[in-house]
């Protein structure tokens, strides 16, 4: 008899520690969200703020690049993440096989063309560089803007998968330097012109509204995405976080915060 007790006891540990798990958004079990560093941050510290005077407990990961919380979302380090638009997400899951899927909206970030030695597009001198993000989707968007803007012409059709290579007519010979999003800002004084996300503008002090030569309008479609793995779409404290981020009080405080730099998505 004592020997049948033994054997079987393993068996049940796996159930036991199964029924006792403690619910994803308490305090024994966080719901754990990525963003990255500044606009997004920021935001998320104001959802998290929001859902915990109802008891859901929520903690902010910070990351400084556009990839890792994606694959912390794949390892099963993070329950979500609040960073990326739709044209990224589906690059992402083109390129890296990830199954993940959007429950919500955050905020649209954005993008403008800035420079501390020209006021203007078209006084870009022949030569010049202008540094834009290195990830294909957001890069698109800055060749995209550019182009709106008049620095070069686009082939037609041109979208956000737009690479240096679609670039048809240049007539100042303009020049791309493509460098990590994070790090465009401190390029800034090198380069003639700089494409910068305003996630990563308004921490530094640029402000599209008021210092970009050019900038995005509140039509753009890169609203930025609560994103969740496929598996959990469904699941109770994805639709609480999403709902965190429509919040009136935190939509109050990006409006406010960021002084129309920055849009809330939800």
């Known amino acids: 008899m004592f020997r049948r007790s033994i054997l079987t006891l393993p068996a049940l540990l796996p159930f036991a520690a199964q029924a006792q ?130 620095a070069f012409k686009l082939r037609p059709g041109a979208d956000h998968r737009a690479t240096v290579a679609d670039i048809v007519e240049n007539p100042k010979r303009l020049r791309i330097i493509e460098l990590e999003a994070a790090a465009i800002v401190r390029a800034l004084d090198d380069v003639d012109a700089a494409a910068i996300t305003g996630n990563f503008a308004v921490p530094a002090g640029l402000n599209p509204l008021r210092d970009a030569l050019a900038r995005e309008t509140e039509q753009s479609v890169y609203t930025v995405l609560v994103v969740v793995r496929r598996a959990d779409k469904d699941q109770p404290w994805a639709t609480r976080l999403a709902q965190g981020y429509a919040h009136p009080e935190v939509r109050a405080f990006v409006e406010t915060t960021f002084g129309g730099a920055v849009i809330p998505g939800a």
């Open 21 to 150: 798990a403690p619910a994803i958004g308490t305090a024994a079990r966080p719901l754990r969200v990525g963003v990255t560093q500044g606009v997004h941050a920021q935001t998320f510290e104001k959802v998290r703020e929001v859902l915990a005077r109802d008891g859901f407990i929520t903690r902010g990961i910070e990351f400084g690049d556009f990839i890792q919380p994606n694959a912390a979302l794949a390892a099963g380090d993070l329950d979500a993440n609040a960073y990326q638009h739709l044209p990224f997400l589906e690059a992402q899951r083109a390129q890296r096989g990830y199954d993940f899927v959007p429950v919500g909206k955050t905020v649209l970030t954005l993008m403008g063309i800035f420079s501390r030695k020209v006021r203007s597009i078209d006084a870009l001198p022949n030569g010049g560089r202008i540094a834009i993000p290195n990830d294909p989707t957001n890069g698109g968007r800055a060749l995209l803007l550019l182009a709106e803007a008049g």
